[in-house]
């Protein structure tokens, strides 16, 4: 067990924007809840999957919605404590801890604010370990574990229980709520004993987003270190020199191109809110699910797709997906394919970039 | 004849300028920034005058840039204090006012904070209604001690209505009020805008005392004129009531004056302008005679805003940069000698090398004393240009917009100690009176309005929702002083919304005219 702190936090949130591959949220609105809530009810327990009792329910929270309206319409705090109570009525459970969904800025702190608000421990562990853009890129989808019900309210603390039987179906219901609520909902699902949580969770998520954003805050040689380390690849070095954005179906997509500083090498990246692909040279040489991760190349902080500007200097790394979302049902839902490119997954380890 | 007096407030000096209705400089100074600073500005106004015999009474304009509201934030010193009021019903708490800031600055200007009901939705709907009882009783709760206020209000980019009722209910109960309210201060993304906003509330008496201290000394010296002005950091110019009641527009318009002066000097429209300090140098871009703004938040004395600002560069290059040598390294900068290089440089007999001791020594330069510079290695100077120059050249990709190569216009009292070719741009173009392109600015401003808010095409049509807010454009600059029929749109831009089902933008139009005299 560790203690979450603010110094924790400070980290964490680094780690956890560089995990979010691009999307998952403005890091700042999710670290000042987190801070508010820590400074208020104190620090929270991180517990690893392990530490539960057998027969302890763990449960999500986390926020869905456009990050613009997030940072016009924060938050009230208290829908946590909303959407876990229906939860428990509706579908006469308990919960014992909560475990985040994804990585990223927004949606790795909000289950520190719960977790802070209500005294309950948080889980070292989330189903995607990294950002994807749809409610049914979860692990559980691998195994056959539902995520519904899923509870959705916003500050007007209105819960509704949303319970589909096709996950697409559950993803339009939530979105056109999300709508309704004004952009931004939060929400619970997942509610599940050790035993299933095993099956799908990918394990130690906080600590290894509190270790990179710490490597990244304190290293002399983060890329190096995040390298030797953390089983980081150090794809490439270079300068934007094209950026190209276009908003389709209700995503963000885009290219961007990048030279290196000695002009002899090029790379792309494709992106669609998260970063999808990646070409070295006109050659493919990562792609999702694995992790592409666009640094700052002076400061290596993370650097989210609404922020990429012609010019800027940039590193990108890469790390490897979960093997979870390596097996065929896995790829099926996330592979290359499943966001419209024309080719099988390839691991990043087989594509030649230098480790 | 008429004439424009211009006058610039930086750190280390003020300087003045007379221009003629024909643009032409008549006369100019340079002096200290004296501690009080208005005893500066009226001995730069007062030996602009002198040298250039003009007669006071032909003087139609005065115009100020000034560096005061800018040093008070972060030096903390003569802020007021504020009572906060965020209109937000159930929304907002779980971020507080003041969550981000640095607490020594929190402590000198939150006198209390409150989260009230109000607030919108994205789409101009209302989120909670506004509680009158409320807002009366938190001003009489600090009816004896605070009559500062600073309201911020959930979308109220969208819809200001609220805000501006409460606004009325605050004077209602306390006449002697000063009151900022967040839709007139910044655009979407709330914490930024209410901090941005408490600022310029807590501005207010160094803006009163700026204001006077310029009238001042445009009286002390003769000048009769009633058309005074102060710089706005988007290159425009404010008339003093409006100067009064958003100080917070004067930040940064130190650089924006240097760049917009520098494209005068030149004679051209848009480019790169590299404004070369003692300290740092600042690189930013013009689009149409105007300073590119930048679109991400950026902070002002450790506390995050979101009113508009000049995308601008700043690089640790400038006269006093030092530089030193590590593992056969150059290291140029950033710590840098100030104004102590009169003292500390090798020419001037001090033992710090710094970058006017390698421009002297590679004869870009020549003051001080030449023969010092035997303690120079030749090779350790040219690396040490080399350096500078990749920087430089680093800095100008940043702020480029495509890979055209351009010119590069240099200005500022450091620009002697830089190289003068650059692999990224075809030319470098350094004007006369390049040393008081910052001065110039400031007499060359215009007045400029803007619209911004979130807009659904869905409800209306494309082309009546731009009209619409060019409406509110033109009429915000008529307000701040323009001639109306010189009025012209200088800039339209759209940032859609993701997730929006009503194919809503975040729309952005601003105009800009001639002076009213």
Known sequence: MIKIDEQFLSYAVIGAAVLGTGGGGDPKIGYLMAKQAIEKYGPIDLISVDELKDTDISGTVSMMGAPSVTLEKIPNGAEFGTVIDAMKK??????????????????????????????????????????????????????????????????????????????????????????????????????????????????????????????IKTSDNPIDDLVNEYGAFHLFDGKITDLLRTYEGGFNKGRILINSFDEKNNFEIYLQNENLVAFKNGDVIAMVPDLICILDFQTKMPITTEVLKFGQRISVIAFKCDEKWRLDKGLELVGPRAFGYDFDYTPIEDLGGKK | MKYRIGVDVGGTNTDAVIISENNKVIAKTKTFTSSDVISGISKAISEVIASSKINTDDVSHAMLGTTQCTNAIVERKKLEKVVTIRLAGPATHAIAPYCDWPSDVESKINES???????????????????????????????????????????????????????????????????????????????????????????????????????????????????????????????????LKYPVLTIASGPTNSIRGGIFLTDQSNGIILDVGGTTSDIGVVVNGFPRETTIESEVGGISTNFRMPDIVSIAIGGGTIIKEMNNEIIVGPESVGYELSSKAIIFGGDTITLSDIANKLGYASFGDSSKLDKIDLDFAKRTMQQVKKQIEEAIDLVRVNNEKGELIVVGGGSIVIPQEYDNVNSVLKPENQDIANAIGASIAKISGTFEGLVSFAKQPRDIAIEKAKEVAYENAIQAGAIAQSLEVVEIEEYPIAYHPEDAVKLRIKVVGELAS
């Open chain 1, 90 to 215: 509706y579908g006469n459970t308990k919960l014992d801890a909560i475990y985040p969904i994804e990585a990223g800025g927004l949606n790795s702190m909000i289950p520190i604010v719960a977790a802070a608000t209500l005294r309950l421990p948080l889980l070292d562990a989330d189903c995607m370990g990294r950002a994807f853009p749809e409610l049914q890129m979860i692990t559980q989808s691998i195994f056959d574990v539902p995520n519904t019900p899923i509870v959705l309210c916003h500050e007007k603390m209105d819960p509704i229980i949303v319970n589909a039987k096709k996950p697409k179906d559950m993803e339009n219901y939530c979105r056109a709520l999300t709508m309704a609520f004004g952009g931004s909902a939060m929400m619970s699902e997942c509610y599940v004993d050790k035993e299933t949580l095993n099956k799908f969770a990918i394990k130690n998520i906080i600590t290894k987003s509190y270790n990179i954003g710490k490597t």
């Open chain 2, 113 to 243: 904070s409150y989260i009230v009901d109000g607030g919108y939705e994205y789409d101009g709907s209302i989120l909670c209604e506004i509680n009158e009882t409320e807002i009366i009783d938190i001003v009489k709760k600090h009816q004896d001690t605070c009559h500062n206020y600073a309201i911020s209000c959930v979308f109220a980019p969208v819809d200001s209505q609220q805000e501006e009722r409460v606004r009325e209910i605050i004077l209602e109960h306390d006449k002697q009020a000063i009151i900022s309210i967040s839709s007139e201060i910044g655009t979407l993304s709330l914490l930024e805008r209410e901090n941005a906003t408490i600022l310029n509330t807590a501005l207010s008496s160094v803006i009163k005392n700026v204001v006077s201290g310029f009238k001042q000394s445009l009286s002390n010296n003769k000048v009769t004129t009633n058309a005074i002005y102060l710089c706005q950091n988007d290159g425009t110019l404010m008339d003093v009531d409006y100067a």
